[in-house]
C-alpha cells in the first residue's frame, strides 16, 4: 500500500494490543473461538480508515493468509506454548526466541494483510469497526457484547490521543 499501510497497521497493533485488557480479550477470542488477532486487528484498523469489509471481501482476505498463519504462525506458537512445560532456563531461553519468532511471523502477516487497506475515507469509525467486527463475527467467530466494549474502548483511547 502506498500510503505507508503497512507501518501504520503495525503501529496500530502495537498500541491496541498494548493495553493488558485488550490482550487478554484477543487471547481469549483466539484460545476460546479461534479467532486469528491480526486478522481481526486488520478489520478494526481498516474500519478506523473508513474501510467496510463485506464478507466474501474478509473471506478473500482470510484466505491470502491462511497457508502462513497454519503453517508459519500456529506451529510457532504451538512450540512456545510447549515450552512452559520446560522450565530449565535453557528451555526459556529457547521459548523467548520462540516468541520473538512468533510476533515476527505475526508483523509479516499483518504486512501481507496491509495490502488490502484502501486509502483512508472520511466516515463514521465507529460504525465501520462495528461493520468490521459484524462481518468478521459472521465468518464464524462470536464478538460479545463485553468483548466489543473492551475493543471499542481501548479503540477510542488510541483515536483520542
Known sequence: MADGGAAALWDFAVAFYGAPEVQRTCLALQDEEGADVPLLIFAIFAGTRGQTLDEQGLRNIDNAISDWRS???????????????????????????????????????????????KTPQPSNISSCVRENLRTYAALGLSVSEDNLTVILTRLSEILDQ
Open 71 to 117: 503453517e508459519v504462525v500456529h506451529p510457532l506458537r504451538h512450540a512456545r506454548r510447549a515450552l512452559r512445560a520446560y522450565p530449565a532456563i535453557d528451555a526459556q531461553n529457547l521459548r523467548e526466541s520462540v516468541k520473538s519468532a512468533e510476533l515476527e511471523a505475526e508483523r509479516q502477516q499483518l504486512e501481507t494483510l496491509a495490502e488490502f487497506l
